[in-house]
């Protein structure tokens, strides 16, 4: 039997209870439309593909400077489907997407997805490493200056709004000029190591902190004022505990759905900072690609950042379930 029953309304009718929406069905509902996400993120790939100058059959024989052939040319486009209708390659792009297969790189003459796989790690790394970092800086700085007075808190709000308008490319010289060449503390090249990271990451980090502090010390400040802060103090809680275990939580829910889009985001970041600070990872291997107009690599480059995108917001669903008490109880309640 359900257990929602009928309301009443004011004019004395029966309502009919709201319809319950259950778990696997917005499950369901999310994963439907990260798909369509994807899809759409394909087709917009395959458009820019067919509409991008030159030649592909060209940039697969090595680029004009290798000055191919006539016959070379019709057997390059003979072999890789080019000579086809649009229609079919569109399809054969979606169904080769849809198994994995990314095609192969006219540069390096090796499978896209390969390619990927062997730099997409340190890149990976170095994305979710800033994006922890920036919470790590932007949570204690709201901590300690949010409603704490006009001065602290004007400190804060305007550290915040001067990192959150810094260029990470100019941020990153910046570091690396101070903290690897003048004090030598770092090493000037990139690495994989923990102290060839910090730099790159904090290029990354400090902006996003900036955002995430702006957003979470909006919420913070109403927050500090909402019933239940108040209910914390009548019951005896202390002042930095009602900030720290009930409006922080509460602030922080904006500031994970801007996480969600920050690591997509990232990723562009990632590829300048790659390159300033002469990292492994997709960086160089997206600018090659485009100097050298091996498509499949700008595609699965692309197709990659969009599934990190769709990813991590199923991901920032499933945090605010977490970090949101309410939501865990009206979930019971359907």
């Known amino acids: 039997m359900s257990s929602a029953t009928p309301s009443i309304t004011h004019g004395g009718a029966l309502e009919a209870p709201p319809r319950r929406r259950l778990p696997w069905q917005t499950a369901v509902k999310?994963?439907?439309g990260a798909i369509v996400v994807l899809w759409a993120a394909a087709t917009?790939?395959?458009v820019l593909q067919e509409l991008s100058p030159g030649?592909?059959?060209i940039a697969i024989l090595g680029g004009s400077g290798a000055r191919p052939t006539e016959q070379q040319l019709e057997q390059t486009n003979e072999r890789y489907g080019l000579n086809d209708p649009v229609l079919e390659r569109y399809g054969r792009f979606i169904s080769n997407l849809a198994t994995g297969d990314l095609g192969t790189s006219y540069q390096y003459k090796q499978p896209v997805t390969t390619l990927i796989s062997e730099q997409v790690g340190p890149t990976l790394v170095l994305i979710f490493v800033s994006t922890a970092l920036a919470w790590v800086i932007a949570v204690p700085l709201t901590l300690l200056t949010a409603g704490r007075g006009?001065?602290?808190s004007s400190f804060g709000s305007g550290l915040e709004a001067f990192f959150a308008g810094v260029p990470p490319y100019w941020l990153g010289l910046v570091l690396l000029v101070v903290?690897?060449?003048e004090l030598g503390?770092?090493?000037?090249?990139?690495g994989t190591s923990p102290d060839a990271l910090l730099l790159p990451a904090l290029t990354l980090a400090l902006p996003l902190a900036g955002f995430l502090?702006?957003?979470?010390r909006d919420e913070f400040d109403r927050g500090l004022k909402q019933p239940f802060a108040i209910s914390a103090r009548t019951r005896g809680a202390s002042e930095n505990e009602v900030r720290r275990r009930h409006v922080l939580?509460?602030?922080m829910l904006p500031g994970i759905t801007l996480t969600g889009w920050a690591i997509g985001a990232t990723i562009s970041g990632a590829v300048l900072v790659e390159i300033i600070y002469a990292r492994p990872g997709l960086g160089q291997v997206l600018v090659n690609a485009v100097s050298n107009q091996d498509l499949p690599v700008v595609v699965g480059v692309t197709m990659l950042v969009a599934l990190i995108y769709v990813v991590v917001n199923l991901l920032v669903d499933l945090l605010y379930v977490i970090v949101d008490p309410r939501l865990r109880t009206a979930g019971r309640a359907a």
Do not use: S
């Not at 503390?185 to 990139?190: E, H, I, L, S, Y």
């Open 30 to 32: 999310r994963v439907l």
């Open 179 to 181: 903290f690897a060449f």
């Open 185 to 190: 503390w770092f090493p000037v090249t990139g």
């Open 150 to 152: 006009r001065a602290r």
């Open 44 to 46: 917009l790939c395959f």
């Open 213 to 216: 502090g702006q957003v979470t």
């Open 55 to 57: 030649d592909p059959a």
């Open 249 to 251: 939580r509460h602030a």
